[in-house]
């Protein structure tokens, strides 16, 4: 148990639904993160956000849609995905996102796209 | 470009000691990390060297060579729970973590 939460763990969803995975960080952090992980492939940095502000955004298809309310809470909204999304995908958080602080995963959401 | 390379896979007994190197090219340097992932869960934090040499944590221990590019995660003991892939990644010049591919370790009774 790490300190952050994820949900749903499991995900199945068609390419025309629209589904939301949800983060949250009981940890007091000011960092929080969205991550992709394909096997084999290294961690995908998808979005950043410091303070509630997005600070990165790394070409990630529109079709992600990040949202960050307040500093413990991360959504990552999915629509019109398509079968090469299907990943884990894995939230963290961090005491900043510069610095030497590391990083607290949460277990991911493990997505299929049919 | 920015990249980590690690071992895709390695082998190692149980009780015996196992050294997991990684090298990196990337755009600055502000410290290395080590996470472990067992199948399945989340990355866990190891390590992290930001000046050069030897970081000891109890069985696990991590070496930073800057100019040279390079680190490795040692392990001591080992035990069947040590199972597990293993991270290496890189804070570049941007503070942005750039991350290797894992490498996946078996240990054999």
């Known amino acids: 148990e790490t300190g952050v939460t994820q949900t749903p763990r499991h995900l199945v969803m068609g390419m025309t639904n629209k589904k939301s995975l949800k983060c949250e960080q009981h940890?007091?952090?000011?960092?929080m993160y969205w991550y992709k992980q394909s096997a084999k492939k290294p961690l995908e940095l998808m979005f950043v956000?410091?303070?509630?502000?997005?600070?990165e955004n790394n070409s990630v298809p529109s079709r992600f849609s990040p949202e960050c309310p307040n500093s413990s809470h991360l959504f990552l909204h999915l629509h019109t995905l398509q079968p090469e999304d299907s990943a884990l995908y894995l939230c963290a958080s961090s005491q900043e996102s510069s610095g030497s602080s590391e990083q607290y995963f949460g277990p991911g959401t493990r997505l299929t796209v049919t | 470009g920015q990249n980590i390379d690690q071992p895709t896979e390695m082998t190692a007994t149980e009780g015996a000691i196992v050294q997991i190197n990684c090298t990196y090219q990337?755009?600055?340097?502000?410290?290395l990390f080590w996470y472990q992932q067992h199948a399945g869960e989340a990355p866990t934090f190891l390590s992290y060297?930001?000046l050069d040499g030897l970081e000891e944590k109890g069985r696990f221990s991590s070496f930073l060579s800057r100019s040279k590019g390079y680190s490795y995660l040692l392990l001591k003991e080992l035990q069947m729970k040590d199972s597990a892939s293993y991270l290496c990644?890189?804070?570049?010049?941007?503070?942005?973590?750039?991350w290797g591919a894992g490498t996946k370790l078996i240990i054999k009774p």
């Open positions: 940890l007091g952090h000011n960092a």
């Open positions: 990644a890189v804070r570049d010049s941007n503070y942005q973590l750039i």
């Open positions: 956000y410091n303070f509630k502000e997005q600070t």
């Open positions: 990337t755009s600055g340097f502000n410290g």
């Open positions: 060297n930001v």
